[in-house]
């Protein structure tokens, strides 16, 4: 008897079945707004931040974690913020801001989950680098790219687990790449349901075309950004951060290293650089993970 075709999932029927994606928190876009704003100060991300009670605990217990080797306890969030600096307190308010919705998405798959946020937190690292040494008007926005460029998986993860399941065995039994191994299951791939979900919670547009792109080759050549999430995505790869089903050997297109037309020794430094950002990445799971399991 003939096999039957088998029915691959669209696009539509992801955003479908997500038909209550989360909102982002408010938090976020109070943050995003201030990134945008010049005349912004670090009283202002504190004014913002005291109106989130976890997120306001959490930021303390990341502030006297082990990792930041502070001397004495601080008990004060305009104090923690003086220590650690504008630009990272706003990077940290928006990693712990998305990293609830993405446990919310994704339904707690807890292995699985760890991985994606290291992946995405090394890369958001990166892409912050780049996008200083590049002098990128907005670093903070490079930043937040990298944090959600691979959010489609998140979606894939929470609402169809069992595709999903089937997409990361397809790609560790035959070696090849995830963006590969999604044909096992979906018509659509992870790079256009983030796009779509980046477009519904109103992301800039250059967020949007990065993530929608980050798989295509070339599509860097006139968008730096997109260049820098080509390189922070292989280069956290190589390094061993790497999601569930995504291979560290992965092909990189040297083209977007000389697009982004930095130094060789700045191609060594950020290589170098995943290993910090991994231990931040990990600090924030742990208080993230702790602090829900407290509210259980
Ligand atoms: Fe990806
Ligand atoms: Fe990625």
Redesign the pocket.
Known sequence: MAKQPRTLITLQDVQRRVDTLPTLPEITSFVMNLLEDPDSSAQDVSNVIVRDASLSAQIMKLVNSAYFGLPQKIADLNRAIALLGYGRIKNLVLSLSLIRVFRTISKKQREDFSKFWEHSAVVAGLMKRVALRLGLEDPEQAFLTGLL??VG?IAMMGYFPKEYAAVVKAAEEKKES??DAESVAFSTG??AVGAWMAKSWNLPADVVNAISS??DEGSWDDDLLSAALYFS?YAARSRGAVCAG?CSSAHFDERAWTRLGLPQEDYFEMMAAVDSERAIAEVILQVTGATEAEAV
Do not use: C, E, P, T
Request: hydrophobic letters at 25%; proline letters at 0%.
């Open positions: 460029h691979d998986k995830f963006v992870h790079a980050h798989h995505d995504s």
